[in-house]
């Protein structure tokens, strides 16, 4: 896949004498206390001279990883971002949203809370992680899993339902491991949060909201946001007899949390959780599809600041080197495409970054050839397109040459316009939900029954004749599409992986190979610029589908074709 990232990382190592201030707005509150940075290192600079200019712009080194040439520094000086750049070091980017000092942090359960001490409910634990279910058929709600059909998941597992030594690691918000479908499934020993919750932004403005854990901590196992456990629902719910299962229901999950209770992902987080994956020999990542606060990263906007150009220089020389060594250590990375309805060669006006803190975003025209989204269109990553159960491109979803590698189910809503199904939420995807999630939103009351504001947001419970209810959510963006094919890389790695012992192992440009090469072709439709007009959106939304069917901007290669993907000659 061509990447645009390489652009910005050539740009970024001839930079030069260029005077660098904090990456805020200009307009965004003085900060207080000391503030967390990324600090890259040039790839040939001197690493006791980078430690030595750290410390004399005031700042105080935190951790280094030689692997990516980077250092996590902390600094209460004003101007550290433009004192810290000398030879050898590229610059700083703000690593993490800041918090208020003396911001509310809720309950303190102690240093030893559990997720048991606020949901009520304890997780299996990591001594049945990854245990061989018995069952590899279909469970009761799948039925309503039309993105299961669709790339051939539910016959797949006849012949490869995925080995437990296949381990996919979810960077997002949490997985909820009381689910009864995933309580088997994550392997809590391996798991990792590595982010800390921010009651408050700078300004005073809510983020994460009140702590529920002692140090603002969540425990691996814990979702408070929702989206990582619909994720890895869809990837490797068990089929078990009840619920859901997923694309890969046999292959074990990793919780590998990057992203904040209220949904945003920072850098450096993102960078810990991303190596870490690595270091322990995750096959798999399913990634977000964009680091906060930039849904495009532009070396030379004019409408940024210098300071926010760097940062997002940055970002892009940061992240391709966490997906080259992720890469290098045998980790699949696959992404959603987007949400924003562009062309990722011709991106709409960007009037969402910067993210944070509120109330910071401006206009930004977007050059499609300098800009990019980061990780999607970073090194080694597969990027998804969402579908509808028509196979239609959603409205919301991102598309272009040579971004879209493949087309996966990603729910569209108002899908089979013009017929008595469109509108219907069983046009979008079906999967796994946090309970405490959903209980914080209003979504359930605290005995676990849905309530008005629930159902008009798409949940659903299960209740077996034995045992404890468990909740599902109707929901659509590319990120339910990425999941799948996930999904399907797992079951490739199950079926031709090399064995040895404990692990299985095989060559992330294999996977990618026998995935692309299997997958549905699809042709763009006709006419090829399509007009979502009739569901009321306005022309920005129109697409125009590129390529010939063996290739082309809304499919890639084609539909993920898991059945086809593990059936075929081994690759």
Known sequence: MVQRGRVLAAALLVLSGLVVAGPAPAAAAPTTGPVTYTVLLAEN??????????????GTVLRENRELGLVVAESSAADFAERVVAPGVLGAARSRALSRTGGSVGRDLGAGATVADVTGHSPAGPSRAGEVTAAVGLDPLDAKLWGLRMVRADKARERQPGDRRVRVGVIDSGIDATHRDLTTKVDLAASRNFVVDIPNDVNGVVIDGPCEFAGCVDPPGYDDYGHGTHVAGTIAAAANGT????????VTLVDIRATQDSGWTFLQPFLDALTYGADIGLNVI???FYIDPW?????????DTPAQQLEQRVTVEAVNRALDYAHRKGVTLVAPIGFSHDDLGRPNPDTFSPTFPANSAHTRQIDGASCAAMPIEGRHVIGVSGLGPSEGKADYSNYGLPEVELGGPGGFRKDWVGTPSSGARENQVLSTYSRASATGKGWLTPEGDITPLGDAQGMLKDCPQVGTCSFFRWAE??????????????????????RRGSRIRMDPDSVRHALLTSARQHACPTPRLVSYADIGRPPTYDAYCEGPKWHNGFYGYGIVDAYAAVTRRRP
């Open 295 to 303: 849904l495009y990263n532009c070396p030379n906007n004019p409408a």
């Open 243 to 250: 619920g859901t299962s997923g694309v890969a229901p046999g």
């Open 286 to 288: 399913n990634l977000p």
């Open 45 to 58: 600079g001197r690493h006791d001279a980078a430690l030595a200019a750290i410390r004399a712009a005031q």
């Open 477 to 498: 963006s590319t990120s339910r599409a990425a999941p799948h094919v996930s999904g399907a890389a797992a079951l490739v790695i199950s079926q031709y992986g090399n």
